[in-house]
C-alpha cells in the first residue's frame, strides 16, 4: 500500500464520497476512483458499497483503518520534521487537546507565547480521545489531556489542577432560583454535553443520575455551552478560570468544585527537536499562569 493510495481512501472514508475526497486533496473525482479501484484490486476485496446516500465501507476497507492511521501519522511527523532542521525555532509543530481544553484557554496561547517564535507554524487540532492517542501514533507533536500517559513513550507532566463548577446567567437566576443542594439539580434546566462526557463524571463524583437530570441544551462545543448558559437557558458547568472572568457568568452551588489535572507531553523521541520542546514548555508554563487565578475561587470539594 503506498502512501498516495491510503491517503485517498482515508479521505474517502471520512467524507464518505469520492466528490468529498476530491474537494479535500484537491484532485479530480476520477482520480480518486481509480485510487481506490486500484487499492482494491491488490487487496482482491472491494473496498465500498455504492448507494443513493454514498459510499458505506466494507468490512475490509474498516479493517484496514489502523493501518490507515498509523501510515497518516508517519508521513504526517515525517513532514513535519522535514519543515525545520531539529535545532531551529522555525518550521511546524501540531498541537493537540480536547475541545473543552482548546476553547477555554489555548487560544489564548497563541495571542501571547507563539510571539517568541516568529517563525514557528503551531498547527492546532482538537483531540478525538485523550489527547495521547495522536501523539503517541505521530499525528500530533504537543498533547494537552487530563488524564496521564498510559505508553512510556510519552514524556508527559502535570502542568496545573484546575477547577469546573456550575454556573448560570443572573436573569436565569432571578426566574427560577437556585438549586440549595446538589440534589435539587434534577428540578433544573441543565446545560450538558452530547456524550455525557465532564457532566457524566461530575454528576459520578456527585452520586446524582444522569437520566434523572433535565437537560435542555447539549453540545460537544464548549463554547456553545457557555454562550447557552450566558443566555440564560439553564445552569450548566464551566471551568473557573474561564468563568470568573465572565460577568454574565454567576456560581451556584459554591460548595462544589470538581478538580483535574491538566496534563502535557510528547513523545520521547521527539525531545531532541527544538521547536517542540518550545510549545511544551511555553503551553505548560501558559496553564500555571491559570492555576493561581483559578485557585483563589475554588472552594472545598464537596462529594
Not at 65 to 79: C, I, K, Q, W, Y
Not at 143 to 171: H, K, N
Not at 193 to 222: A, I, N, T, Y
Request: proline share 5%; aromatic share 8%; hydrophobic share 45%.
Amino acid at each position: 500500500m503506498n502512501w498516495e493510495d491510503s491517503r485517498v481512501l482515508m479521505s474517502v472514508m471520512e467524507s464518505g464520497g469520492y466528490a468529498g475526497a476530491a474537494e479535500a486533496l484537491g484532485i479530480c473525482h476520477g482520480t480518486v476512483r481509480r485510487h481506490v479501484e486500484r487499492l482494491a484490486h491488490r487487496l482482491g476485496s472491494a473496498l465500498f458499497i455504492h448507494s443513493p446516500e454514498g459510499l458505506t465501507p466494507t468490512p475490509s476497507a474498516v479493517a484496514l483503518t489502523p493501518v490507515l492511521e498509523r501510515v497518516a501519522g508517519v508521513a504526517s511527523a515525517f513532514a513535519r520534521l522535514a519543515s525545520a532542521d531539529i535545532d531551529s525555532l522555525q518550521g511546524e509543530v501540531r498541537l493537540v487537546a480536547p475541545p473543552y481544553l482548546a476553547v477555554d484557554f489555548l487560544s489564548a496561547y497563541y495571542a501571547g507565547q507563539a510571539v517568541g517564535a516568529p517563525g514557528l507554524l503551531v498547527e492546532f487540532e482538537t483531540s478525538r480521545g485523550i489527547g495521547w492517542t495522536e501523539v503517541e501514533s505521530g499525528l500530533g507533536d504537543v498533547g494537552v489531556a487530563t488524564m496521564a500517559p498510559v505508553s512510556s513513550a510519552i514524556d508527559a507532566q502535570c502542568a496545573a489542577r484546575l477547577g469546573t463548577a456550575f454556573y448560570a446567567s443572573e436573569d436565569f437566576l432571578a426566574s427560577h432560583g437556585a438549586p440549595a443542594g446538589v440534589e435539587d439539580l434534577a428540578r433544573f434546566a441543565l446545560v450538558g454535553d452530547q456524550g455525557g462526557g465532564s457532566f457524566k463524571q461530575v454528576c459520578e463524583q456527585l452520586g446524582l443520575p444522569l437520566d434523572g437530570l433535565r437537560f435542555v441544551f447539549r453540545s460537544d462545543v464548549p463554547a456553545a455551552r457557555i454562550a447557552a448558559i450566558r443566555s440564560g437557558v439553564g445552569i450548566g458547568l464551566c471551568p473557573v478560570f474561564a468563568a470568573q472572568e465572565d460577568p454574565d457568568l454567576v456560581r451556584v452551588l459554591p460548595q462544589f468544585t470538581a478538580l483535574f489535572d491538566v496534563w502535557v507531553g510528547i513523545r520521547r523521541d521527539m525531545a531532541d527537536v527544538r521547536r517542540i520542546g518550545f510549545i511544551r514548555d511555553a503551553v505548560v508554563q501558559h496553564i500555571r499562569g491559570l492555576e493561581p487565578a483559578a485557585s483563589r475561587s475554588l472552594q472545598p470539594v464537596a462529594v
